[in-house]
C-alpha cells in the first residue's frame, strides 16, 4: 500500500499569505519530501498502466471502404522514374538531388526509344487490368447506393428544364422550384 505524502503550500494573494495542506501519491512531491518508497511504487504502477492494452475498435463501414478500395495503378513514366531513382541511390552513397535528377530524368524519359517506353507501358497495362479486376470486386462487394428521389427528379426533367432557359444553371434554379411546389 502506498503512504500518502502530506505537504504544504504556501500561496501568496494580495499581501496576505495563506498555507494549505494537501495529500498526495505524485512521485514528484514524495521526493520532494524525501520518501524514496513512494517515489519507486508510483513509478512501478504508471509502468504498469503503459502496458494495458487498449481494445481495438472495429472499424466503420467507411473506414473499411477506404481501406479496401483500390488504387489507381502507376503510370509508365512513374515506374521509370522509381527504377531510375533506385539505380542512383544504390551507386550513390551521398545525399542525392532531387530536383537535379527529376530533370534529368524527365529529359532522359523525351528522349528514350519506344521501345524502351513500350516495356514500361506493358508494366503499365498490366498494372491496370489488375486495377479493373480489383476494382469490380470492390463495387460488387460495395455497390454504390441509389439515388435519391430529387436526384431523381433532376435526371428525368433536366432535358426538358434546359432545353427551356436555354442554362443549365436556370434549369436546375427551375427544377428546384418544381421539386419544391410538388411537395
Avoid at 502507376?74 to 522509381?82: E, M, P, Q, R
Avoid at 431523381?152 to 432557359?165: C, H, I, N, R, W
Wanted: charged share 30%.
Amino acid at each position: 500500500m502506498q503512504a500518502i505524502t502530506q505537504l504544504s503550500r504556501t500561496t501568496f494573494v494580495g499581501s496576505i499569505s495563506r498555507t494549505r495542506l494537501f495529500t498526495t501519491l505524485s512521485p514528484i512531491y514524495a521526493v520532494a519530501s524525501g520518501k524514496k518508497g513512494i517515489a519507486q511504487s508510483a513509478k512501478a504502477s504508471a509502468s504498469a498502466k503503459k502496458t494495458k492494452q487498449t481494445k481495438e475498435k472495429p472499424l466503420s463501414l467507411l473506414q473499411q471502404k477506404r481501406l479496401e478500395k483500390p488504387k489507381l495503378p502507376v503510370t509508365s513514366y512513374a515506374l521509370f522514374l522509381k527504377d531510375r531513382f533506385a539505380a542512383a541511390k544504390s551507386n550513390s552513397s551521398e545525399k542525392l538531388d532531387l530536383v537535379g535528377l527529376s530533370k534529368k530524368f524527365s529529359e532522359e524519359w523525351r528522349s528514350i526509344d519506344d521501345a524502351t517506353k513500350s516495356k514500361y507501358k506493358a508494366q503499365y497495362d498490366a498494372n491496370l487490368k489488375e486495377y479493373e479486376t480489383a476494382k469490380e470486386a470492390f463495387y460488387k462487394k460495395y455497390p454504390k447506393r441509389p439515388a435519391s428521389k430529387y436526384a431523381q427528379f433532376v435526371k428525368e426533367g433536366f432535358e426538358d428544364a434546359y432545353l427551356q432557359t436555354g442554362s443549365a444553371t436556370d434549369a436546375i434554379k427551375e427544377l428546384a422550384r418544381r421539386w419544391k411546389n410538388s411537395r
